[in-house]
């Protein structure tokens, strides 16, 4: 059983910065993709970005220009580093791999951005 931990999660002011991990219990380089996803009390799981087993990164709208994914392949590790922080970017981060036999997912970690 794959098992994918988030952490980084905690209160920041707007305008601030936040890096979020996610450790897999395994090779990263088994999944299609390693990325993230953000949802909101009552509302569906939204995709904020990932990152392909040969590198490539895809962002939605809303966040490009102001996170940015990276990997530890050592470390089994994905990164998300949030800069320029708004309010609207508050909800769960819950982090996704994606494989032929289906999608894991972590816990989450809460980001509250708020004055």
């Known amino acids: 059983q794959v098992q994918l931990v988030e952490s980084g999660g905690g209160l920041v002011e707007p305008g601030g910065s936040l890096k979020l991990s996610c450790s897999v219990s395994e090779n990263i380089f088994n999944f299609n993709t390693v990325g993230w996803y953000r949802r909101a009390p009552g509302k569906e799981r939204d995709f904020v970005a990932s990152?392909?087993?040969?590198?490539?990164?895809r962002y939605t709208d809303y966040v490009q220009g102001r996170f940015t994914l990276s990997r530890d392949h050592a470390a089994n590790t994905v990164y998300l580093q949030m800069n320029s922080l708004k309010p609207e970017d508050t909800p769960g981060y819950y982090c996704q791999a994606n494989r032929l036999s289906g999608n894991c997912w972590g816990q989450g970690t809460q980001v509250t951005v708020s004055a």
């Open positions: 990152i392909n087993v040969g590198g490539s990164t």
